[in-house]
């Protein structure tokens, strides 16, 4: 696939005429899918597809289109087909004054050894583990591909292969165990303490449920739960563009308003994380990117549009300008130790719909779910009814936050449409002092 792809590039550049330029960002994949229900395979599949983006620009012009290629050499025909159709489109749209390519050439490859045993091997593992579990979920493993290059001789490549295993246990009513296993490797130890742990909190679940009263509440926030919330914030928190708007969530943050705890250092770890280290208009992107340290505003992501627009220095970021390999440092406490800890009050597992209730304040809102336990004198004593919270970042992850744990969880968007996510997180559990139920 890969000399596939830059012999095409070649191609495109005898194509050009006078002062055309092109870009070329390919997205593929081998992927194997096995759907799990009742602890037995239900269906399996394979897709394989290859994704091309081919932008012709002609000064500050530019026109697109997206491509499905065969990988044969067939695909050259098309391109010639899609160059003379985009190239009598140029007249027609206007100059993009924030438009900003690399013009500084960087060849990158990075090229993971894919360790991953054969799927059907996979399969017999989880199966085993959950032999009398009521198993539902979805294995996706196998190869993901990036490919940059341009008119100016640039080629970067990226190849991974990784798993992701988006499941849960199922006990009688609604009583559900959910988890979210991935990597680069694979472990069939590992995922039978998954299972094993996972099914002690399923037979808790059959212990009658505590619903609180609304009010304030010690609580653990597992890697999961944490992730929840990093997400929400990731939707505008880091953008330098939503930042400079006055939308970010984290505007008071940025403007030195307010602060985070002393404890809360996250940043966005490119080196990392799973995603290629390239974007879509050829830049690079930093080994790391400082987001906050101790609490405090230290960095944001910043487009290649929105470099040129405000006139500073970009970070590669992707067009939406979220993180792709967010990374939170750990902290000191043992996992162990987190139930003593937490003495008592409330284990958080898995927090589900949540949304902004007062972006501004960066105030959230959404409910508890999913072997989610009420703790006395740090043992779990019963599954915590559905409750809803309604709690700002700012005491979460800021006054409120008492301490992260030392061990920390790699979590993979399990996302599928259209084609495999690769975004990660890296993350610890939370303790917290005081934690918002309102109903």
């Known amino acids: 696939m890969r000399e596939h792809f830059f012999r095409l590039a070649d191609h495109l550049r005898t194509r050009l005429e006078g002062s055309e330029e092109f870009t070329l960002w390919l997205v593929a994949e081998q992927s194997d899918f096995v759907r799990f229900n009742g602890g037995k395979v239900r269906q399996a599949g394979r897709v394989e597809q290859v994704y091309l983006e081919f932008k012709l620009l002609l000064g500050n012009k530019h026109v697109s289109q997206n491509l499905s290629l065969s990988g044969k050499d067939d695909d050259f025909a098309l391109l010639d087909q899609v160059v003379a159709d985009l190239r009598s489109a140029l007249g027609d749209v206007p100059d993009d004054p924030y438009l900003l390519l690399n013009r500084t050439p960087r060849d990158s490859e990075r090229v993971l050894a894919d360790t991953l045993p054969p799927t059907a091997d996979m399969l017999n593992d989880i199966v085993t583990a959950a032999a009398g579990c009521d198993l539902v979920g979805i294995l996706a493993a196998g190869p993901i591909y990036h490919g940059f290059a341009n008119s100016l001789g640039q080629s970067n490549w990226h190849q991974a292969a990784s798993w992701n295993f988006d499941w849960s246990l199922h006990g009688p009513g609604n009583q559900a165990v959910k988890r979210g296993s991935a990597g680069t490797d694979w472990s069939a130890e590992r995922l039978r303490a998954e299972f094993a742990h996972a ?6 679940l059959a212990r009658t449920p505590r619903h609180p009263m609304p009010g304030s509440y010690r609580a653990y926030f597992t890697p999961a739960a944490v992730a929840e919330l990093l997400q929400v914030l990731n939707l505008d928190g880091f953008s330098e563009k939503q930042q400079r ?23 966005e770890d490119c080196a990392n994380g799973m995603t290629p280290g390239f974007q879509a208009e050829g830049f690079i992107k930093p080994d790391r990117i400082e987001l906050i340290t101790a609490g405090r505003h230290a960095g ?7 470099a ?11 067009g939406d300008e979220a993180g792709r390999s967010l990374e939170l440092a750990a902290g000191t406490l043992a996992q162990a130790d987190v139930l003593a800890a937490l003495g008592t009050g409330l284990y958080i597992a ?36 559905v409750m809803r919270f309604d709690d700002t970042i700012y005491r979460l992850l800021g006054s409120e936050l008492e301490a992260l744990t030392r061990e920390r969880e790699m979590l993979v968007d399990p996302g599928s449409y259209g084609a495999r996510a690769c975004a990660s997180v890296c993350l610890p559990g939370a303790l917290v002092k005081r934690f918002n139920l309102v109903s």
């Open 199 to 204: 099914s002690a909190e399923l037979a808790l």
């Open 245 to 267: 708007a006055k939308r970010s969530p984290l505007v008071r943050l940025v403007e030195g308003e307010a602060s985070l705890s002393p404890l809360l250092h996250l940043a």
């Open 300 to 306: 944001s992501l910043v487009s290649p549009r929105s």
């Open 308 to 318: 040129s627009e405000y006139g500073i220095t970009g970070t590669a970021a992707e």
């Open 350 to 385: 898995n927090l589900w719909y949540l949304n902004f209730s007062e972006q501004s304040a960066c105030r959230i809102t959404g409910m508890t779910r999913f072997a989610c336990f009420w703790v006395e004198q740090g043992k779990i004593v019963a599954p915590l009814a």
